[in-house]
């Protein structure tokens, strides 16, 4: 078996609508080589392992449409890269992100598949296929593989990388209850439900009905720039530096008025600190 593999040949994060949901996903082109001929009845004792390790994946229906119904597509034979299309969303699951969206579809040259599944946030959703590829790997060639430790990295990385609990609830029942699909729009709790005239913010458990949200917006700068230019607003180019050196490389952006004027505040601002 140590000749087997699986490359990940392309991955791709779909951020808006895309030909698969309405959600963020993260489409991968997964090659499976020798695979192709040992779908999971031909590799000896996988099925059992793969179980015990994870034993939420009962719950996943697939295309039988009941409960246990991935077990049975085991049981009878399927392929690597659908393998890690669950073995991803169970991980996910396990880290505290449930009821992923996941497809497997051949891609093309023989062995070659594309693998899709649910990306709240591309650095996790490619953890979560890295970690599912380890996994996959230890029970096919029959290793062991630490689950518990695996799974609080992953939940860790949840919590590093993802929105809040309150924001979560409401992003959550959006999706769940009418539909609505989110995108954050920065590194804190700022989230655009919908799109296009239907979108609307919110910022933690407030909404654009309040002027809340867009006065807060407004001190941030490059925030208000980045989300002016989105809706086609023109607006200065400028970035963000913390030292004179990076005023300087950036001083093409900026007349020389400005540009001393920013090289004099950045120094008084570092002496400060």
């Known amino acids: 078996m140590s000749n087997k593999k699986i490359d990940f040949l392309r991955m791709t994060h779909l951020r808006g609508p895309s030909i698969w949901t309405y959600r963020p996903v993260m489409e991968v082109l997964v090659d499976i080589g020798e695979f192709e001929d040992f779908p999971s009845n031909l590799l000896p004792g996988f099925n059992e392992r793969l179980s015990a390790w994870l034993p939420g994946l009962i719950e996943h229906r697939c295309s039988p449409g009941v409960r246990g119904g991935f077990l049975k597509r085991l049981q009878d034979g399927t392929w690597i890269g659908h393998i890690l299309e669950h073995v991803s969303l169970e991980l996910l699951t396990l880290a505290g992100l449930p009821d992923g969206y996941g497809r497997a579809r051949e891609a093309g040259p023989r062995g070659v598949y594309k693998v899709i599944i649910s990306a709240a946030h591309p650095a996790v959703a490619k953890r979560a296929l890295h970690m599912a590829r380890e996994l996959i790997m230890?029970?096919?060639?029959?290793?062991?593989?630490?689950?518990?430790?695996?799974?609080?990295?992953?939940?860790?990385?949840?919590?590093?990388?993802?929105?809040?609990?309150?924001t979560r609830a409401i992003v959550d029942a959006a999706w769940n209850q009418r539909r609505i699909p989110h995108i954050r729009l920065n590194a804190g709790n700022l989230v655009q439900l919908g799109y296009g005239s239907a979108q609307h913010r919110i910022w933690t458990a407030e909404t654009d009905r309040t002027s809340a949200i867009a006065e807060g917006i407004s001190k941030d700068k490059d925030m208000t720039k980045q989300l002016l230019a989105a809706c086609g607003v023109p607006v200065p180019q400028g970035e963000v530096v913390e030292s004179p050196q990076q005023a300087w490389e950036h001083k093409t952006l900026v007349c020389p008025f400005a540009l001393n004027l920013v090289t004099a505040t950045v120094r008084a601002v570092c002496r400060l600190n």
Do not use: K
């Open 138 to 166: 230890a029970a096919v060639e029959d290793r062991s593989f630490n689950i518990a430790t695996h799974v609080q990295e992953l939940t860790d990385l949840v919590d590093d990388l993802l929105v809040g609990p309150s």
